[in-house]
């Protein structure tokens, strides 16, 4: 998914959240109900300050238009697996070092 399918799809998921309507959208972003619908549409190419008026209405921060869930919860569960991986060999080398000195206490 590029950038401009992931604004929309945001776009349109925040304005749904919010229970707006494309109407009501453009209306607290003070602008033609036609724009927000090319917006949602894919062909309306908004300015950075309108960006920030859309996100003004939404009660939300601007990054959060361009902010995709699926790699962040990719990432968080590369991040677990390597938790997991970093756990399990803490463990492993602890479990070695006190075989170690129990040997050694034998000795």
């Not at 992931?6 to 309507?21: A, D, E, M, P, Q």
């Not at 209306?27 to 920030?52: L, V």
């Not at 601007?62 to 803490?90: P, R």
Request: net charge positive.
């Amino acid at each position: 998914m590029d950038l401009n399918q992931l604004f929309v799809k945001n776009v349109k998921k925040w304005r749904k959240t919010r229970g707006f309507s494309q109407k009501l959208l453009a209306e607290r972003c003070n602008a033609a109900h036609s724009y927000i619908r090319q917006i949602e549409s894919g062909s309306g190419k908004p300015s950075f300050a309108f960006i920030g008026k859309l996100a003004t209405a939404l009660d939300i921060d601007a990054y959060q238009l361009f902010y995709d869930e699926t790699m962040i919860q990719s990432e968080k569960s590369s991040l677990e697996i390597n938790i997991e991986t970093i756990k399990a060999n803490f463990l492993e080398k602890l479990a070695r070092e006190l075989d170690m000195v129990i040997e050694n206490l034998k000795n």
